[in-house]
């Protein structure tokens, strides 16, 4: 397949794509704030679709997708005031709320949010070129991940319903809230990663401002009114406009209490220094990686191809838990590459809603230049690009390239791609690889590939050490949501998963009082006439 091939795969017309996923423009022109929809008549950002269709001259150009407000940091400190002010020093009607008051206003959510979800999915492929697959698949998982969290927030407070005494001294000991969080999500998973959040985090009893991506804003829209009718007003408010201009007076208020953030470490840097009292800020973020696959002589080489395929190249390489470099043994290099570069050459171009289409548009628009370069570079030095049609390019079709040698100093060495190319790198020595994580700058996930146990073992060991996750015979991932999801180094801060994100989210509180029988009659007081919320031998089913 040639470059014009390639741009043929993009629709002639709008009438040449399926009706099921045609889309009008939304122009969104509100956003949340205290529990109102206030119109926004100020300047917009326009969305302009990966997805292409040819001019006049067949020059292909985006689509676009429709607008979303710009707002400045007037609105930004407004939203803030409003979550401030629900939140009330902890005293708002949704930090004192019974966690199972809070499980209804979230099941409630999840109803609405279930009306969206055919558009939620089409704005998806729309606004990101995620395929129809997987785009349905982070929809229905954010469902799931919200129902799990319900479960694991239920457990948590049924372990904390008992009393302890210990030493003379009666006490329960319960989770509450932080404050204010400032959610900021990605753009390669605008729903489920910003849910991953957002969910645990207003669950537990917080108040929030959300940060909707650059790309992937618009999918958003369609669930604020279920945000707004779902909670309490000023629990959950919106932000929209530019960060470098809505972020930094926020910020600097020292009002944010929690930071969570998945994007770049760069960037959590300079919000954190914004921040004029550091040790109020708890920072919950997932950052970069450069996740490494490993595969040794004796690897199964059709497990670490089909691994590698899927770890390298699922959603076009933009996940943070993709594998971004693959060190393989000198040994079997040469047969890995005989096999593994035709099978990234097969990967299906196309549409989000073709049948099948496994590589699809890229979002940002400097990308494939940016990866064009990246191959350049490496050609400059001595690499090639090892399979068919690797590195072609049309507007935002990016055909995967596989790039060998990949020496230090090339920038696919060590900078995340976050795109589909995949560099490989020959070894001697199983030191080259140790060494390559030890002085990466990244520590979230590793994948070794092997059948000789006395070496796998020997490699497990330095590597927990190195990273957060190590994967044997298997793709870097995230999944399932009840792992901990984590990393090391300036890959990430705090703990994600399930049950820890609740616990992230949130604090130990003890109420305690000398075991004594007027304090005793106090509590029991207090327990039978239901009069603290926090207090309580109550029983969630």
């Known amino acids: 397949m040639n470059d014009s091939q390639l741009a043929s795969l993009f629709p002639s017309n709008e009438s040449a794509i399926p009706a099921d996923y045609r889309i009008e423009p939304i122009h969104q022109r509100e956003y949340l704030i205290n529990g109102e929809m206030r119109h926004w008549s ?33 609105e930004a400190l407004e939203a803030l005031e409003s979550a401030v002010n629900a939140y009330d020093n902890g005293r708002g009607e949704w930090p004192t709320m019974s966690i199972e008051g809070r499980v209804r206003c979230m099941e409630t959510f999840i109803g609405k949010m279930l009306e969206k979800r055919q558009l939620v999915i089409n704005l998806m492929m729309w606004e990101i070129g995620k395929n129809l697959a997987d785009s349905t698949k982070e ?37 509450s809230p932080l404050g204010v969080v400032l959610a900021m999500g990605p753009f390669n998973y605008p729903l489920n990663e910003t849910y991953t959040t957002l969910i645990p985090s207003i669950l537990m009893g917080n108040t929030i401002l959300f940060k909707t991506p650059k790309h992937g804003s618009l999918l958003h829209y369609p669930l604020l009114e279920a945000f707004r009718t779902s909670f309490p007003k000023g629990v959950v408010n919106s932000l929209y406009g530019r960060g470098a201009n809505v972020i930094p007076p926020v910020m600097k208020s020292g009002k944010i209490n929690v930071l969570t953030l998945i994007g770049s470490s760069r960037v959590a840097d300079e919000l954190q220094r914004f921040h004029p009292k550091l040790n109020r800020l708890r920072s919950v973020m997932s950052l970069d990686a450069k996740n490494a696959a490993i595969i040794l002589p004796d690897a199964d080489l059709d497990v670490a191809v089909k691994e590698c395929l899927l770890g390298s190249l699922s959603f076009n390489g933009q996940r943070c838990t993709a594998i971004k470099i693959i060190w393989v043994h000198r040994s079997v290099a040469d047969e890995f590459l005989r096999r593994f570069g035709p099978e990234v050459s097969k990967l299906k171009p196309g549409m989000p809603w073709d049948v ?168 029991n007081d207090i327990i039978s006439e239901h009069k603290s919320k926090f207090l309580s031998t109550n029983f969630i089913f």
Do not use: H, W
């Not at 001019?55 to 689509?63: D, F, H, M, W």
């Not at 929809?139 to 005494?165: C, E, H, P, Q, W």
């Not at 399930?498 to 000398?514: H, P």
């Open 42 to 74: 100020g300047p917009v950002s326009e969305v302009y679709s990966p997805i292409c269709i040819p001019a006049e001259g067949g020059t292909l150009q985006r689509v676009l997708v429709g607008s979303f407000p710009v707002t400045t940091d007037k």
């Open 139 to 175: 929809f229905d998982r954010t469902v799931k991940y919200i129902y799990d969290t319900i479960d694991a927030l239920k457990n948590i407070d049924r372990a904390s319903s008992r009393f302890r005494i210990e030493e003379g001294i009666i006490g329960q000991i319960r989770r």
């Open 356 to 523: 099948g289409a496994q590589i699809t548009p890229l979002p940002e628009p400097s990308k494939p230049d940016y990866l064009a370069e990246c191959i350049r570079e490496a050609q400059a030095g001595g690499a090639s690009v090892i399979n068919e049609g690797g590195g072609q390019v049309a507007g935002s079709l990016f055909k995967p390239a596989v790039v060998y040698p990949v020496l230090e100093g090339m920038k696919l060495y060590r900078e995340e791609q976050f795109g589909p190319v995949v560099p490989v790198i020959p070894f001697d020595s199983i030191e080259e690889p140790i060494n390559y994580i030890i002085t990466a700058d990244y520590g979230q996930q590793v994948s070794v590939f092997g059948t000789d146990t006395d070496q796998i073992a020997e490699l497990i060991d330095p590597l927990v050490n190195q990273v957060s996750r190590v994967n044997i015979n298997a793709q870097c991932q995230r999944g399932p949501d009840t792992f901990p999801f984590t990393g090391r180094k300036d890959s990430a801060e705090g703990t994600l998963s399930v049950e820890d994100a609740l616990r992230s989210f949130s604090i130990r509180t003890v109420v305690a009082t000398k075991d004594t029988v007027s304090n005793k009659e106090i509590l």
